[in-house]
């Protein structure tokens, strides 16, 4: 009899996080590694990228927040655009031969890939951009460019270690922004420019800061799936939202965050047929 209602129970929290996708999509930082097999080949992943590059450059961004979706859109919650951000920074590039150049770098935050580490825990990694691109699974990313002051606060945070030392290894899929028990790589990307924005690396201040100022996204999510979604995904911790609503940090609400309070110059999205004539959607 037990076992026959737990079957059951088991069965109507997975309807319920089939219909919310919330357990596998909704800021899944990825666990490294290029991968060329959804929308772009490597050869139109280098292309598209490198247009990019150019983009911002143009721009003369030495910062930007780049994001993508791993995930097609009709397997994303609503209101879900994009499942992973990482910072592109312009740097130093060390060629194969020892000699430099500079291009842009990607900054990341990874979760485990279950066999060096768990994917309950992240980890700080970069890549390229082509890499970055190369694992979206639609046409489009998104960018937002951080003002120039921003842009200097984070690098001199990337260069004296304070950019490590708000990263919180426990990850969870669906971070609270307001908690700090875990982290995502969305929710790790405004910590970072909160530590910024406010100079400190007061994890505590830096939670109520964000609680005073910061509007989270809504992620619609069931009872049910509330509270068997741990059972389908380790990732899927839910004791940072303390039994509120659902919200975590997107790309939406990371950009409204940054335009309305004049912490970036612009945002806009990218795909390889307007990356040469950019169709900019400020917000």
Not at 40 to 46: K, R, W
Not at 114 to 132: H, I, M, R, V
Not at 140 to 146: F, K, M, T
Not at 218 to 244: E, S
Request: proline residues 4%.
């Amino acid at each position: 009899m037990h076992r026959s209602l737990k079957t059951c129970l088991t069965s109507l929290a997975l309807a319920g996080l089939v219909t919310t996708t919330a357990a596998s999509a909704v800021a899944d930082s990825g666990s490294g590694g290029t991968t060329f097999t959804q929308r772009f080949t490597a050869e139109e992943a280098a292309s598209f990228s490198k247009g990019i590059e150019k983009t911002l450059a143009a721009k003369g961004a030495r910062i930007a927040i780049v994001f993508r979706t791993g995930r097609t859109r009709d397997k994303l919650p609503d209101g879900i655009e994009y499942t992973h951000g990482g910072f592109w920074v312009y740097q130093p590039i060390e060629r194969e031969d020892g000699s430099h150049m500079r291009g842009y770098v990607g900054w990341n935050l990874f979760h485990g890939d279950g066999e060096e580490l768990p994917k309950t825990q992240s980890y700080l990694a970069n890549d390229f951009p082509f890499e970055f691109v190369g694992a979206s699974a639609v046409d489009d990313l998104a960018i937002i460019i951080p003002t120039p002051a921003i842009q200097r606060r984070i690098l001199t945070m990337m260069a004296d270690g304070r950019y490590e030392a708000v990263h919180d290894p426990d990850y969870s899929l669906i971070a609270s922004p307001f908690d700090d028990r875990y982290q995502n790589c969305n929710e790790f990307m405004l910590d970072v420019l909160a530590a910024a924005i406010w100079e400190t690396t007061d994890y505590a201040q830096i939670k109520a800061n964000l609680r005073a100022h910061f509007e989270a996204s809504r992620v619609k999510t069931g009872p049910l799936a509330r509270m068997f979604g741990p059972m389908v995904d380790r990732r899927l911790k839910l004791g940072d939202h303390r039994g509120k609503p659902i919200q975590t940090v997107t790309y939406a609400s990371l950009a409204k965050f940054m335009m309305d309070h004049g912490y970036a110059d612009e945002t806009f999205k990218i795909t390889p047929t307007t990356v040469g004539a950019l169709q900019v959607a400020k917000r």
